[in-house]
């Protein structure tokens, strides 16, 4: 039997993939929502991205949403960059970490930046060294880790070579995607076994999406295999715009009620991510999938 970890970091994404595939919202939705997450103990968020305005309209505001970060001084920000312009733009904002995302899927990497897997990951040096010239941290996200909405299957050799690849361009941190949230707990351990030996000591995370609902047992799965970075989503809040049929980010209050019972500890509070969901339906103006969001913690012993 595997040893879980004392505790995961969460990083709440719920400013960029929880808003992109919304509706735009003004800023100062975003500046209440960020506030409320903020207000959860969370370390890390995801901010926003640095990609076309055209492509992805709700996340427009990038640098003017960047200028008020420094309101949350104890946050760790990033922010998602798809090309070494975006890199340079995010960086010139302020933001001192950055995420370049390669989907190991040449038919969703053409869809989400019109390049094949093999161009985007080609581009991993030039980010790399554009962020560790200002002292700026880069994370490789390797999307569609399992399978693709275009191609079907992804298979492992493919996500092994951009792992490969971005270990030996300099990346600060890894992290691996499940983009339309079709994988399980078996093909989590499987991957992570496979990705683990690879890396040596840089940082591995994992993203799931609950879409056929088995994104929270395969962050279980993921944790067990020594995973301790996750992304969520308060509310449940995201998905991606170009992967057909993709949405709900695991929800933070739901994987921290799974993991607080699992006696791992983490920094978001339940109730605090429970109430900043309830702002972020607010501010989305809908339901979102969240089951805390619908039935509250457990009920207690009184």
Same mark, same amino acid.
């Given at each position: 039997?595997?040893?879980?970890?004392?505790?995961?970091?969460?990083?709440?994404?719920?400013?960029?993939?929880?808003?992109?595939?919304?509706?735009?919202?003004?800023?100062?939705?975003?500046?209440?929502?960020?506030?409320?997450?903020?207000?959860?103990?969370?370390?890390?968020?995801?901010?926003?991205?640095?990609?076309?305005?055209?492509?992805?309209?709700?996340? =427009? @505001?990038?640098?003017?949403? *960047?200028?008020?970060?420094?309101?949350?001084?104890?946050?760790?920000? #990033? /922010? &998602? +960059? %798809?090309?070494?312009?975006?890199?340079?733009?995010?960086?010139?904002?302020?933001?001192?970490?950055?995420?370049?995302?390669?989907?190991?899927?040449?038919?969703?990497?053409?869809?989400?930046?019109?390049?094949?897997?093999?161009?985007?990951?080609?581009?991993?040096?030039?980010?790399?060294?554009?962020?560790?010239?200002?002292?700026?941290?880069?994370?490789?996200?390797?999307?569609?880790?399992?399978?693709?909405?275009?191609?079907?299957?992804?298979?492992?050799?493919?996500?092994?070579?951009?792992?490969?690849?971005?270990?030996?361009?300099? =990346? @600060?941190?890894?992290?691996? *995607?499940?983009?339309?949230?079709?994988?399980?707990?078996?093909?989590? #351990? /499987? &991957? +992570? %076994?496979?990705?683990?030996?690879?890396?040596?000591?840089?940082?591995?995370?994992?993203?799931?999406?609950?879409?056929?609902?088995?994104?929270?047992?395969?962050?279980?799965?993921?944790?067990?295999?020594?995973?301790?970075?996750?992304?969520?989503?308060?509310?449940?809040?995201?998905?991606?715009?170009?992967?057909?049929?993709?949405?709900?980010?695991?929800?933070?209050?739901?994987?921290?009620?799974?993991?607080?019972?699992?006696?791992?500890?983490?920094?978001?509070?339940?109730?605090?991510?429970?109430?900043?969901?309830?702002?972020?339906?607010?501010?989305?103006?809908?339901?979102?999938?969240?089951?805390?969001?619908?039935?509250?913690?457990?009920?207690?012993?009184?």
């Amino acid at each position: 039997m595997s040893v879980l970890p004392t505790h995961v970091d969460i990083r709440d994404v719920s400013l960029r993939d929880g808003l992109q595939i919304e509706d735009p919202i003004p800023l100062s939705a975003k500046l209440e929502l960020l506030a409320a997450v903020a207000a959860t103990g969370v370390r890390e968020m995801e901010a926003t991205a640095f990609v076309s305005p055209s492509k992805v309209p709700a996340l =427009a @505001d990038a640098a003017e949403l *960047a200028a008020e970060l420094h309101n949350f001084g104890d946050i760790e920000f #990033s /922010a &998602l +960059v %798809a090309s070494p312009n975006g890199a340079k733009r995010a960086i010139a904002a302020g933001l001192r970490s950055i995420e370049y995302v390669v989907s190991a899927a040449d038919g969703h990497s053409q869809a989400n930046v019109g390049r094949t897997t093999a161009e985007a990951t080609a581009q991993i040096p030039e980010i790399v060294s554009i962020a560790h010239d200002s002292g700026v941290t880069v994370e490789v996200i390797i999307a569609t880790a399992w399978d693709c909405p275009f191609d079907g299957p992804t298979p492992a050799q493919r996500v092994l070579d951009i792992v490969t690849a971005a270990r030996d361009d300099g =990346a @600060d941190r890894l992290a691996i *995607a499940d983009t339309i949230g079709t994988t399980t707990p078996r093909r989590v #351990s /499987a &991957l +992570v %076994a496979q990705v683990r030996p690879l890396i040596g000591d840089i940082p591995l995370g994992a993203h799931f999406h609950n879409t056929r609902g088995a994104g929270l047992a395969s962050a279980y799965a993921a944790v067990e295999a020594g995973i301790t970075r996750l992304d969520a989503s308060v509310g449940g809040l995201g998905g991606c715009p170009f992967a057909p049929g993709a949405s709900g980010n695991i929800a933070a209050e739901d994987l921290v009620y799974l993991l607080r019972d699992s006696k791992i500890g983490v920094d978001v509070d339940l109730e605090g991510a429970i109430a900043a969901a309830r702002v972020a339906q607010k501010v989305v103006g809908h339901d979102l999938p969240s089951s805390l969001l619908r039935a509250g913690d457990r009920i207690l012993d009184t």
